[in-house]
């Protein structure tokens, strides 16, 4: 978002996008509708309104379309507000909503005070398509997943079960145990699961030398076990600045890790964390904290942390405590990042002797 005093402003603009039309509303300074409109959801179509408009202050909200809008509206000399879509509940529950007055609910609020839209701030580009790699990857992962639990799922129905394996071999391993009646049917899932599996291979190899040569700094994350090429460069791009940051301890909430907060009296429940930001870097970090804590996992400060709190009981004990681990992760992660520092697994504890580590969750 590009800076400046709301006096420089004597316009402002909100946007609503959608897919193929934009709604547009513009206030002068005194805040009365001086134009309301709709164009086409295109570049041609911005550059030409915006190009040679007056300055003037625009929001929009985060979406498909807003990373590319923002550049060009910033290119044009016009101060942009890229709203927080969670943050954008006075528009959503409006008993009277559309496109044209979401439009004018975003002039209105970022007329009156830009900070209550929470504005983001977009990549850059070569970061942005450094994330559409790892999101590429995402995506052949999940539906690698779905495929092997499609398969496997069917396979009980028969009475049969399946061995366990590694996703990696997966297609090979089970071949050999298919009842006689799915072989046909089955055969090629195997095979999409191979294909995928060999892609995925291929993404791992642009990930691990991406890190190595345009983002070193995720060696320094990578000082930690479980922490691989993938999660590091996702993190590393997710938060794009750790400075921005005026804690480590913020990094978890940013990640959607802290639990919700409803308390009231002396009511303090406890809720479901909050899944606010960027979703795979969280489910990284989660996947790390299961290796973490599991039985491969080598003795740490975190993991002798986390089984503590794995073992205070109660169902979700365990659930809790790898969200827990997952979020300490991403603190820890973060100040290595910034400070450089070399990762200390027993930094805090040190290890009696003749004391039993490491014993598995």
């Known amino acids: 978002m590009q800076t400046s005093d709301a006096a420089e402003s004597a316009m402002t603009i909100g946007i609503d996008v959608s897919d193929k039309y934009s709604r547009v509303c513009v206030l002068d300074g005194s805040g009365a509708v001086v134009e309301e409109g709709r164009m086409a959801t295109t570049g041609p179509a911005f550059r030409r309104r915006f190009s040679t408009a007056p300055r003037a202050r625009v929001a929009i909200e985060a979406g498909a379309h807003s990373a590319w809008i ?45 900070t209550l839209l929470a504005p983001i701030r977009h990549r850059e580009s070569a970061s942005q398509a450094a994330l559409a790699l790892l999101r590429a990857r995402d995506a052949l992962v999940r539906a690698r997943t779905q495929l092997v639990n499609h398969v496997r799922g069917t396979v009980k129905v ?18 050999p145990g298919l009842p006689a009646e799915l072989s046909p049917l089955l055969g090629p899932v195997l095979e999409a699961i191979e294909t995928l599996s060999r892609e995925i291979r291929g993404y791992d190899r642009q990930v691990a030398a991406m890190a190595d040569t345009s983002y070193p700094e995720t060696k320094r994350l990578r000082q930690v076990p479980g922490v691989g090429p993938v999660t590091a460069l996702t993190f590393v791009l997710t938060l794009e600045d750790p400075h921005r940051f005026p804690s480590s301890r913020a990094v978890g909430s940013y990640l959607g890790l802290r639990p919700r907060q409803h308390d009231s009296g002396v009511d303090e429940p406890q809720l479901r964390i909050t899944k606010a930001g960027d979703g795979a870097v969280r489910r990284l970090l989660v996947g790390c904290a299961h290796y973490i804590l599991g039985p491969f996992g080598p003795d740490s ?36 990042w910034i400070t450089g520092a ?17 014993t598995s969750a």
């Open 70 to 114: 923002s550049r060009l509206l910033a290119e044009a000399g016009h101060e942009v507000i890229v709203a927080n879509p969670r943050r954008l509940r006075l528009i959503y529950e409006n008993d009277k909503k559309s496109d044209r007055v979401d439009a004018e609910w975003l002039a209105r609020v970022a007329r009156l005070d830009a």
């Open 158 to 175: 028969f009475g049969a079960r399946l061995p366990r394996c590694s996703t990696h071999g997966f297609a090979k391993q089970v071949t």
């Open 301 to 336: 400060d975190l993991r002798r942390w986390g089984l503590t709190l794995a073992q205070r009981g109660g169902k979700t004990a365990k659930k809790r405590a790898v969200v827990a681990v997952a979020r300490k992760l991403a603190v820890l992660l973060h100040r290595l």
């Open 342 to 358: 070399t990762y200390e697994p027993l930094r805090t504890l040190a290890v009696a002797p003749g004391a039993q580590v490491g």
